[in-house]
């Protein structure tokens, strides 16, 4: 199936240090390749990764499950380390998930976690019965769009595969066992108004991580989607203020004089 426009990866290379971007859940690399930009544009190496079953038509996603998202990213994390002296892993939504488990699986590989309204549990009522439902029910209402700034958009499915949202469930349930293995340097960035992923989730992965480098922020002005939001300039700085915290060789808005040089490219 053809991509949605604006569905498409994003990747740029730049200087030593790597960031890898997982967007979330049913959306796609449009919700979160602002964020991308903006690091890229200040001289770091970004790769940005289509995950399987979206960007198309949730037909697609239908058929795919959390092994195929994780080792998309997994595939780009060790790229991404092939070539890079640090890399860090920015996640939104289920992409925060992802990210958690590229830390506790990777240790060292990974220098620090950005995260956006990370996933942690499916809270719906129903959730216990999706190993029955999802062979009974097909789809349910979609979860895209949840954006407080007007004419803001999330170019996500407007229906959800039951079958895809039960390997999510599976998937949130294996990474929180995995939290405790999460040393990294973490920075997490919560809305407090969100109707998607609970602001409990934040609370819950920050409770159980082993990192004693922890910051927490709170997007008052944001929903879900705080990447597209009133909130995003504010996401994109500070994360971009807490990789250059912890790499020495980003200075000054580029990532070196060389990088600044070379215009990024």
């Known amino acids: ?36 930009e903006y690091l890229a544009d200040r001289g770091l190496t970004v790769s940005l990764p289509l995950l399987p ?21 997994d595939r780009e994390l060790r790229s991404l380390t092939g070539r890079c002296e640090r890399v860090f ?15 506790a699986q990777h240790g060292p590989a990974v220098s620090g976690l950005a995260l956006v309204n990370p996933g942690n549990k499916v809270h719906d009522a129903a959730a216990p019965l999706l190993p029955v439902l999802r062979h009974v029910v097909r789809t ?32 949130f ?4 066992a995995e939290l405790p293995r999460v040393t990294q340097p973490l920075l997490v960035l919560t809305s407090p108004q969100d109707h998607v992923v609970r602001p409990a989730d934040s609370e819950r992965i920050l409770s159980r991580v082993s990192s004693t480098d922890v910051r927490q922020t709170l997007l008052e002005r944001s929903y879900h989607v705080a990447t597209l939001d009133h909130d ?34």
């Open 1 to 36: 199936m053809p991509l949605l426009p604006g569905a498409e990866p994003f990747r740029r290379d730049g200087g030593p240090t790597g960031v890898l971007v997982c967007h979330g859940f049913t959306g796609s690399p449009q919700s979160v390749r602002p964020w991308a």
């Open 53 to 73: 079953g979206h960007g198309t038509r949730w037909q697609d996603m239908q058929l795919t499950t959390w092994q195929d998202w994780y080792a998309e990213v």
């Open 89 to 103: 892993v920015c996640g939104l939504s289920m992409g925060g998930a992802l990210a958690l488990r590229l830390a």
């Open 140 to 171: 349910t209402k979609g979860v895209a769009d949840d954006i407080a700034k007007p004419g803001a958009h999330e170019l996500g499915y407007t229906r959800v595969p039951l079958h895809a949202a039960h390997s999510l469930r599976r998937f």
């Open 173 to 176: 349930q294996i990474v929180d």
């Open 232 to 265: 995003a300039e504010r996401i994109f700085q500070e994360t971009y203020d807490f990789i250059a915290r912890l790499a020495p060789s980003v200075r000054g808005g580029v990532e070196s004089e060389e990088t600044a040089a070379s215009g990024g490219a």
